[in-house]
């Protein structure tokens, strides 16, 4: 049979380059391409930001029961009205606005990230304002008026600027329902883990039973700057021990939410956990992330819901056991709020480093990714890591590619032949390609060994890709001249204008088809996925224009010294 090898190693990644953009689009929680698209929701809508955005969840026992609706947020009639403020927070790395009324978390700025889009401003996460809605809140349940996240607070004095200290507190109190909630905000120097500690005191004259419930709270709008081929995953993620990573979509919360008002009252079971001793729950956004992870050991029921149009939250609540009148009971949780940085994540509870999510080849990607780190460390630019490490897996793929070219390059030396062959017995296939494979078997050839580098390094191409596309470390890193960041496509389309030109030399340097309109196609094939390569993250670009030139000068030697062989 005549196989043209170039047409397969096309195909090959054509197909491979299906399967990255489909395993992209279900990463930034977009339906796949190879299943039906789930039914649109409202998540166009700008959230509705209020002072007491997202409502007050169920208690434990009630959390992924029933159909009940969450709780109000409103504070008892009866309470005297006390004055609230904004008190911010500065530390050397974030810069936390918490408000006194519930003592809510309502914007958070990280001091060393730039914006995504506007580098004259400092990236930030927590916020609340007339399009985005993105809060950290916390309070009780399980009694009537405890206090919650729509509760009055009083902020006790203290410095609000870490300055020299090592860590900065900010205490908040409120007294209601009988109990005394006490918040207490620790912020330490170079962390953007936040330690969030409740002491819950009975100041009344019965046992009571509180539950403290700690939630994120979003809207569902698409992140800033996101196109068809810019987008990136925002949405909850659950952790549990039991059921390792969960990554949901702002989508599917407002489909369970969709399912439980059809059928009211009826038990029902989220898709994710709903129970256990151990874990967090976060919302992730590209290269950032902010999760709750309550206190170890300790049981907590975990949800997700729809607070209200286009808002959505994900949290846990946690018995506090039964405290009698005068008695206290202390929870300590965290928050991390920051960069999708493996090892700070690692470092505050387990599990969490896989919101650094690289798809399914992260058993390729993981090495790739200890392999660049360690580059980089010498290095100290990312772009000439990305050069050496196409090096260095040329390198190591170098037999392969030497057979391939070997093989290329006989093929190219019998190509007259097997056009002769072709003429002779054009209106006989059957004898055509019997007499191919007697060619192939004569000359010694392979005609598929051309295909092995390419299909080897397939998974190097795509692991790749999601390593570029979720290191944070990368955000912002320039390489040369006009590549100021190589997580973005290249602004003036150099490097994908490059690869064009070396696809085409590459093209020219390997056998040619005998079909015309084949070999027409062969030379169309690289300005078409150059095109693609347009929006494909600079730092991709780079690690296969060098591996073409690389490949070119690699089989320029080969194909001379057969050549010249050949004339001998």
Known sequence: MDINKRTILWIVFAVSLVILWNDWMVSTG?????????????????????ATAGTVPAPAAQVGATAAAPGAVTAPAAAAPIKTE?????????????????????????????????????????????????????GLVGAPGLPNHATAFVAKPGSRVLADANQVQLVLEAEQGGVKLTKTFTFKRGDYTVDVRHDVTNIGTAPITPEL??????????????????????????????A?????????????????????????????AVKSDSGWVAIAQHFFVSAFVPQDKLTRNIFTKKEGDNLYSVGVVQPLGTLAPGATVSNSAKLYSGPQDEKSMAAVTPGLELVKDYGKLAIVANPIWWVIEKIHGVLGNWGWTIIAFTILIKLLFFPLSAASFRSMAKMKLVTPKMTAI???????????????????????????????????????????????????????????????????????????????????????????????????????????????????????????????????????????????????
């Open 422 to 568: 072709r003429e002779r017995h054009k209106n006989d296939p059957q004898k055509m390609n019997q007499e191919m494979m007697q060619l192939y078997k004569t000359e010694k050839i392979n005609p598929l060994g051309g295909c092995l580098p390419i299909l080897v390094q397939m998974p190097v191409f795509i692991a790749l890709y999601w390593v570029l596309n979720a290191s944070v470390e990368m955000r912002g890193a320039p390489w040369a001249l006009w590549i100021h960041d190589l997580t973005k496509p290249d602004p003036y389309f150099v490097l994908p204008v490059l690869y064009a030109i070396s696809m085409y030399v590459t093209t020219r340097l390997n056998p040619q088809p005998a079909d015309p309109a084949q070999a027409k196609m062969m030379l169309f094939m690289p300005l078409a996925f150059s095109v693609m390569f347009f929006f494909f993250p600079a730092g991709l670009v780079l690690y296969w224009v060098v591996n073409n030139v690389l490949s070119i000068a690699q089989q320029w030697v080969i194909t001379k010294k057969f050549t010249d062989g050949a004339a001998k």
């Open 30 to 50: 977009r339906p796949s391409m190879f299943s039906p698209a789930p039914p649109k929701t409202a998540a166009t809508a700008p959230a509705k930001a209020g």
């Open 244 to 272: 390792k990573y969960e990554k949901l979509s702002f989508e599917k919360v407002e489909k369970e939410d969709a399912h439980q008002k059809e059928s009211p009252g009826k038990p029902f079971t989220p898709d994710h």
């Open 213 to 242: 419930y700690m939630q994120l709270v979003h809207d569902g709008n698409k992140p800033e700057g996101s196109t068809w081929f810019n987008q990136s995953f925002t949405g909850p993620i659950v952790y549990t021990p039991e």
């Open 86 to 138: 904004i008190v911010t927070i500065t530390t050397d790395v974030m810069r936390a606005d918490i408000d006194t009324l519930g003592g809510q978390i309502k914007r958070l700025e990280l001091l060393k990230y730039k914006d995504g889009f506007d580098e004259n401003k400092n990236q930030v996460l927590f916020r609340q304002d007339g399009k985005n809605t993105y809060l950290g809140q916390t």
